[in-house]
C-alpha cells in the first residue's frame, strides 16, 4: 500500500504507517479538514468517511475546532485555536487559502507530506508538515510560518499540531504530573467536558508535567485497546488543550509556549515549531508505549545502539566536599565493583563550597586539584573507567566572577528584584555573545581534560524572563533561548563525537523528545528510594524506553525519605533501567562490596534486554501483588522480569504471572535454576515467582531460548 495517496477530486489525502492510517482534505473553503485516525484504510474507505460535518444546530455552536486539522483563530470558531496572529494593521484571524503541496523522501524510508497555504488577506504563509516512517506507526508533524509582508506579525500562539479523536461512548485521559523528587507520577481519569490544559509556564520541560496525552475510551488496559497518544518534542515551556465538546467529541492541540507570550515574526522571516508526534495503538497501553520505545530507539536518540556504561556518580558520597585524594579513593572502589564510567559531581570548580558560590567559574579548584583535572581523569582511565563531569552551563552565582563581570547577561527585567532560586540566576542563552561564551568553555573543557561524560544540570526556573537590551526580547528569549541550548550541545558534539551527555534538570525537570534528540539519556528524578522510584520509573516508561532512564543504587536510610530497603532490592529497581551507583562506597562493608559487584556483573549479562528490548509491565505499582516489568529480546528469544514486593502479607494469593512477547513453540530456560519452560504455557499459564519471604523482597527472572 502507496504511503502517501491523494484522491485530487476531493481533496483527500491519506497517510498509511504500518499498521494505522490518518487521513484529511481540503474542505470547499480551502482549509484542511480532519477526517480520519486510526485502523489502516485505503483511498476508497477513506472517501467513506469524508462528509462534510452538519452544520451547527444553533447560531450559537458554531465550529468546536475538532475535526479541523489546525483550528485557526478567526470566524465561527470558538474552541482552543492552535493558531492565532495579529497583522501590523492590528487584525486577527486567519483564512485558509491553499498553495500547493510538496512530497518528498528526505532519507530511505522517510516519507514527508507538506500542504501549502496563505492566509487570504495578508501575506502570512502557513504549512502543514507530516512526516511517517517505514518502521513506525508514529506521524510527526509541525507547522511552518513564514511572514512575506513588509511589517512584522505577532504570532499569539502557533501549536505543531491538533489531534482529533473519533466519537467514542467515552473518554479517558492518561498523562504524569508531580514536583521536584516525585515526578511522572501516572494519572489515568475521565477527560471532564470542556477544556483540560496541561503546560509548563517554567521555560523547561518541568516536573510537574510532562508534554505528551494518552486518551482511551476508558476500558483500555495494558493488553488490550485503542490509544491514541502524542509527544511534544520540546524542552522550554509547553501548553497541550484536550478538548471534549458537548456533542461528544474529543481532540487535542499542542505545542510551544505558554499564554501570555507572542512571538515577533519580523519581514521574511521564517518559524518552524517542534515535532507534535502522534501514535495510534490497538493493543492497549503496553503495546502504545513498546510504540513510542521504537520509534524514541530508532529515530530520537543519536546513538540508540550502544549499550549504556554502569556508572558511578560521586555526589552523595562527598557532596561539595571534593578534592583529588578523595575521589581517587572512591574510583578505584568503583572500579572493584566493574563500574565503567566514574562522574565526578558538583563542587570541583571555582570558590565552589557551597551552591551559594562558583557557578560560572568553570576552572579547577586550585586548592582541591592543585594539579588540575588532568591526573584524576588520567587515573580513572588507567582503572579501566571513562570519566564524567556535573556541569551547570546556564546558570550563575551572583557570588561568581563571571556575574561580577557580566551581571546583564541573566535573565532579568529593568528595574525589577532579580529572584535567586538555589541563590543562582538564569544566564540568557537567546543572547549569542552567552551561548557562543557557553559553548567555548564546554568545548575546551572536554577537549582539555579528556571528557567523556557530561551530566548536564539545570536547577531552577526562569523568572524575570527579560532580555532587556533586544525589541520584543522578553517574547522572543522563550523559543531562542531552547534553540541556542540545542545549538550548543549539537556543536560540542560535533566537535568530540566520543562525547556522550545526560539531561538533568534538578532530577526530572527536562525530559522530552527534544532533548533526548541531542542526548543519551535523562536523570529521572533526585528521589533515589528504590520503593519511590518504582512508581517514578512506572510513568517515565509510559512514553520514554529504559535506554533513556538513568537509576541510581544509594545509601540507606534514603537522604529524601529516611527509608531504609535492601541492597538487592535497591539494585533491582535500578536494573530497570540505566544501571549506576550513588553510595558513598567508602562506608560499604565487604560484603555490600561483593553482594554489589555480583549485582553489576548480573546486571551485564542482561543489560541488552533492559536497554534494547520490547517492555512489558505485569502488575502495577500499588497493586496486591509484585510489581513486575519485564524486557524481551526482539526476536524473543530472551526476556528478563524484574519484580518487586514491599509487603508481604500472611495469607495473600500467590498468582502466577504471565510474561509478554514469548513465542509459544519455543522452550525457555531459567539462567539462574536451570528449570525449562514452555513458552506455550508461561504465556498461557504463567510463571510463579520466587521471591523471598519478608517485606522489600525482589528478584529477577532470566529466560533464554533453549536450544537443546
Known amino acids: 500500500m502507496t504511503v502517501v495517496s491523494h484522491a485530487p477530486d ?48 444553533s447560531s450559537f455552536e458554531g465550529r468546536p475546532g475538532v475535526g479541523e486539522e489546525l483550528p485557526v483563530d478567526g470566524g465561527a470558531r470558538f474552541g482552543p485555536p492552535s493558531l492565532q496572529v495579529r497583522f501590523a494593521d492590528g487584525t486577527r484571524g486567519f483564512e485558509w487559502q491553499p498553495e500547493g503541496h510538496r512530497l518528498t523522501e528526505p532519507a530511505p524510508g522517510v516519507h514527508e507530506l507538506e500542504l501549502s497555504f496563505r492566509d487570504r488577506a495578508h501575506p502570512l504563509r502557513v504549512a502543514l508538515r507530516y512526516r511517517v516512517h517505514d518502521d513506525s506507526d508514529v506521524i510527526e508533524r509541525r507547522l511552518v510560518l513564514r511572514n512575506d509582508a513588509d511589517a512584522a506579525v505577532e504570532v499569539l500562539r502557533a501549536d505543531s499540531a ?60 495494558e493488553t488490550h485497546g485503542r490509544v491514541w497518544s502524542a509527544a511534544l518534542a520540546w524542552s522550554g515551556s509547553w501548553r497541550i488543550t484536550v478538548q471534549r465538546t458537548p456533542d461528544g467529541r474529543a481532540g487535542l492541540t499542542g505545542g510551544a509556549g505558554h499564554d ?76 572493584s565493583l566493574g563500574v565503567e564510567l566514574y562522574v565526578l ?21 586550585a586548592d582541591r586539584f592543585p594539579r588540575g583535572l588532568g591526573p584524576l581523569v588520567k587515573e580513572v ?8 563531569l556535573w556541569v551547570e552551563p546556564e546558570m550563575v552565582n551572583p557570588d561568581s566572577d563571571l556575574y561580577r563581570e557580566h551581571p546583564d547577561w541573566v535573565l532579568h527585567t529593568p528595574g525589577r528584584a532579580r529572584t535567586e532560586l538555589r541563590n543562582q540566576l538564569v544566564l540568557n542563552l537567546a543572547r549569542p555573545d552567552v551561548a557562543d561564551f557557553t559553548y567555548d568553555w564546554l568545548t575546551r573543557l572536554v577537549g582539555d581534560e579528556g571528557i567523556d561524560f557530561l551530566k548536564w544540570d539545570m536547577n531552577r526556573a526562569f523568572s524575570e524572563a527579560g532580555w532587556a537590551d533586544r525589541e520584543n526580547g522578553s517574547d522572543l528569549l522563550w523559543t531562542r533561548y ?50 519511590d522510584r518504582i512508581s517514578i520509573q512506572h510513568g517515565f516508561g509510559q512514553i520514554y524506553p529504559a535506554r533513556t532512564m ?93 519484580a518487586w514486593r514491599a509487603n508481604e502479607r500472611h495469607g495473600s494469593p500467590r498468582v502466577p504471572v504471565r510474561p509478554g512477547g514469548l513465542d509459544p513453540a519455543a522452550r525457555y530456560r531459567d539462567t539462574r535454576t536451570g528449570a525449562v519452560h514452555h513458552g506455550a504455557v508461561l504465556a498461557g499459564y504463567g510463571l510463579m515467582l520466587e521471591l523471598p519471604a519478608g517485606d522489600w523482597s525482589s528478584t529477577s527472572v532470566h529466560l533464554v531460548r533453549d536450544r537443546a
Open 550 to 642: 538513568a537509576a541510581w543504587v544509594t545509601d540507606v536510610p534514603n537522604q529524601l525519605t529516611s527509608r531504609s530497603v535492601p541492597l538487592r532490592f535497591r539494585f533491582h529497581v535500578a536494573m530497570a533501567g540505566l544501571l549506576a551507583i550513588g553510595g558513598d562506597l567508602n562506608a560499604w562493608s565487604p560484603d555490600d562490596m561483593a553482594e554489589a559487584a555480583g549485582l553489576v556483573a548480573e546486571y551485564k549479562t542482561v543489560r541488552h534486554l533492559v536497554q534494547h528490548g520490547a517492555l512489558h509491565r505485569i502488575g502495577e505499582p500499588g497493586g496486591e501483588g509484585p510489581t513486575v516489568v519485564q524486557y524481551t529480546a526482539p526476536d524473543s528469544g530472551e526476556a528478563l522480569l524484574l
Open 10 to 57: 476531493t481533496g483527500l489525502w491519506l497517510l498509511n504507517t504500518p499498521h494505522t492510517s490518518y487521513a484529511l482534505r481540503i474542505d470547499e473553503s480551502g482549509a484542511p479538514c480532519h477526517v480520519a485516525w486510526g485502523p489502516r484504510l485505503d483511498l476508497e474507505q477513506a472517501a467513506e468517511l469524508a462528509a462534510p460535518p452538519p452544520p451547527p444546530h
Open 162 to 221: 491538533a489531534w482529533s479523536l473519533p466519537a467514542l461512548p467515552g473518554y479517558r485521559l492518561s498523562h504524569v504530573t508531580g514536583q521536584w523528587s516525585a515526578e511522572t507520577q501516572l494519572r489515568r481519569e475521565p477527560l471532564p467536558h470542556g477544556e483540560t490544559v496541561l503546560t509548563s509556564r517554567r521555560g523547561i520541560t518541568s516536573h510537574h508535567a510532562n508534554p505528551w496525552v494518552m486518551v482511551d475510551d476508558g476500558s483500555a488496559t
Open 482 to 531: 531552547v534553540h541556542q541550548l540545542y545549538g550548543i550541545i549539537d556543536r560540542l558534539r560535533a566537535d568530540h563525537p566520543g562525547l556522550r551527555v545526560e539531561a538533568c534538570s534538578g532530577g526530572g525537570g527536562r525530559v522530552d523528545l527534544g532533548i533526548l534528540s541531542r542526548t543519551d539519556q535523562a536523570w529521572v528524578s533526585d528521589n533515589t528510594d528504590a520503593p
Open 260 to 335: 501570555g507570550v507572542a512571538l515577533p515574526l519580523g519581514p521574511g522571516e521564517e518559524f518552524t515549531t517542534p515535532v507534535f508526534a502522534g501514535l495510534y495503538a490497538e493493543g492497549g497501553f503496553g503495546e502504545a508505549s513498546r510504540a513510542w520505545h521504537a520509534y524514541t530507539l530508532a529515530h530520537v536518540l543519536p546513538h540508540p545502539e550502544e549499550q549504556a556504561p554502569v556508572l558511578y556518580n560521586s555526589w552523595e558520597a562527598t557532596g561539595f566536599d571534593v578534592d583529588e585524594e578523595s575521589q581517587l579513593a572512591l574510583a578505584a572502589r568503583a572500579a
Open 381 to 388: 582511565h588507567r582503572l579501566g573507567m571513562r570519566f564524567g
Open 345 to 365: 559531581d558538583d563542587g570541583w570548580f571555582g570558590a565552589r563550597r557551597s551552591d551559594r558560590a562558583g557557578l560560572g567559574d568553570w576552572t579547577a579548584s
